[in-house]
């Protein structure tokens, strides 16, 4: 019901002139009150404007600001931290390869040094066989040498017995060495 009495009171007074203040009556409400509590409005809306909106304003923009730096920064050690790891990937490669270069130059020293030493082995073993062939044909020939004397001394003995006298050198020189012709 209140409504439609302010309206028809809106009605009324907009037919009269004066009708305004008798609007406000109506209402009951008091000009110079209303004046008052407008301006005291006014300066609250303003002081609260300076002393809360504006630096609370301002301190939202610097702190998106912040934000947005944090962003971008936390971007650029992204970036920073990709690029590194790519880096780091690059220098493990590169270190795999270079021990694997090192692992078949040592490999490929250690097969050579092997095969130097199985050489020198081989030349040892050769020398040490030849010297024991060596050995083995003079002890041959000291032991043919050996047995052919005593055969020599046996046949001079078996002859003197036959003979039953000793011959004078020349002869048993000829006798060993015709004796010596027989057995070898």
């Known amino acids: 019901m209140g409504i439609i009495t302010v309206a028809l009171a809106v009605e009324t007074a907009a037919e009269t ?8 009556a109506t209402l009951g409400l008091n000009g110079k009150l209303f004046l008052a509590q407008l301006i005291n409005f ?7 404007w300076r002393l809360l909106y504006k630096p609370l304003v301002q301190f939202m923009e610097e702190r998106s ?14 970036e920073k931290l990709k690029e590194l790891e790519s880096e780091r990937q690059n220098v493990l490669v ?3 390869r270079e021990a694997q270069k090192i692992l078949a130059v040592a490999d490929d020293e250690a097969k050579r040094i092997g095969a130097e030493a199985k050489i020198a082995i081989d ?11 060596r050995e083995i044909e003079q002890a041959k020939k000291e032991m043919i040498s050996d047995i052919r004397r005593q055969a020599a001394d046996l046949v001079v003995l078996a002859a003197e017995k036959v003979i039953h006298e000793r011959l004078d050198e020349p002869t048993d020189r000829r006798l060993i060495d015709q004796a010596l012709k027989e057995v070898g």
């Open 123 to 133: 030349r040892t073993a050769a020398e040490t066989i030849a010297r024991a062939n």
């Open 94 to 96: 590169k270190a795999d």
């Open 42 to 48: 006014g300066l609250l809306v303003l002081i609260l």
């Open 17 to 24: 002139p004066a009708g305004l203040a008798g609007v406000a």
């Open 65 to 78: 600001k912040r934000i947005v730096e944090g962003l971008d920064n936390a971007k650029r050690y992204d």
